[in-house]
């Protein structure tokens, strides 16, 4: 009991700083709150998430699901959202298509190979993000040629509208609308606006620099002995690098590229920059300057970035307990 009652005494002071902060972070709160109620009333500002169900009144330039101006503000942000989420699926597997290259690129045998994959990682990871974007934007993706002279691609067009894809009808059979320039328009197929494009590159390329060094640090870590064991079966170094190496890698490279990307979903903001109809421009922009109602835009904003991450978060789990199940 005297053991007890020392302790308690000397953790005493611990207890009363924690009940303290706790108690001033509760006033905090509460007066924010009341002084976000008396200005709403005040100013006689609405308040509240009503508005998702008023007109929008405005068009968004891509959408993966029919919209038009007529529509919702609650569908707007649908659309928002799975614009962010095309961006954030397809800079994430371009993005580690890019590092794998990278890191087994700087284990190469060849000095030429070597020294390339090493001045891509610091190259890349040292030029800031933003900029990257504006370069893909206003330096290259501009200089393409207008529409009356695009580059046919198979059935792909591209020009300084974006990229054209063929679209696939399955309701009624199957058929293919192939994309064609009319005039200065493209008509027909899906169309991936520049801003899309550049803001993928950009994300893409900056970060398979960060993941290429946790990838890298992954392949390190399985013992030499795999390869050769590999080679001894017969097997190409393509195909050991696959079946054998990479799974190993997968388990300590894993939770370091969760972070990674993470960083990459949260980097996607920065489509409002160059104008990429995300959810920071969508929601946390045009919705908020016509409603007026900040608070509630940008606690949406707050919670769809949340939600996307904690669900990168959570596959990314799922995926490292599956390796670790198969390697035991």
């Known amino acids: 009991m005297k053991l007890r009652g020392a302790v308690f005494r000397e953790r005493l002071p611990g207890y009363i700083g924690q009940v303290a902060l706790l108690a001033a972070v509760a006033w905090l709160l509460y007066a924010g709150a009341a002084n976000f109620i008396d200005n709403v009333r005040r100013l ?7 508005f998702l169900h008023a007109q929008a009144g405005f068009e968004i330039a891509q959408s993966l699901i029919p919209f038009e101006a007529g529509a919702t503000y609650g569908r707007a942000i649908v659309v928002a959202t799975l614009n962010t989420l095309l961006v954030v699926a397809l800079a994430s597997l371009l993005g580690t298509a890019l590092a794998l290259l990278v890191a087994f690129g700087r284990l190469a045998e060849h000095p030429l190979v070597r020294r390339a994959c090493t001045v891509y990682v610091e190259t890349f990871r040292n030029i800031p993000l933003l900029l990257q974007i504006f370069f893909w934007y206003f330096s290259v993706l501009a200089l393409l040629p207008p529409v009356a002279d695009s580059l046919h691609l198979g059935g792909v067009l591209l020009n300084n509208r974006g990229l054209f894809l063929p ?3 399955v ?9 064609h320039a009319e005039g200065f328009n493209v008509e027909g197929g899906v169309a991936l606006l520049p801003e899309f494009v550049a803001l993928t590159l950009g994300l893409a390329i900056y970060n398979s620099a960060f993941l290429a060094e946790i990838f ?11 390869s050769e064991a590999a080679t001894t079966l017969g097997l190409t170094p393509t ?3 696959i079946l054998i190496i990479i799974p190993q890698a997968l388990r300590l490279a894993l939770p370091p590229a969760a972070g990674q990307y993470q960083t990459l979903a949260k980097a996607s903001s920065l489509a409002a920059a160059i104008g990429y109809p995300d959810i920071m421009q969508i929601v946390g922009g045009t919705i908020l300057s016509q409603t007026s109602q900040a608070l509630e835009a940008m606690s949406l904003v707050v919670v769809l970035y949340a939600a996307i991450n904690l669900a990168i978060a959570l596959a990314v789990n799922v995926a490292n307990r599956r390796t670790m199940r198969h390697a035991g």
């Open 239 to 241: 195909r050991a690098a």
């Open 167 to 169: 679209r696939l009808h």
């Open 44 to 50: 006689h500002i609405a308040s509240g998430f009503r």
């Open 216 to 226: 890298r640090a992954g392949i390190l870590s399985v013992p030499r002995g795999q």
């Open 171 to 179: 309701a009624g059979g199957l058929a293919v609308e192939w994309p």
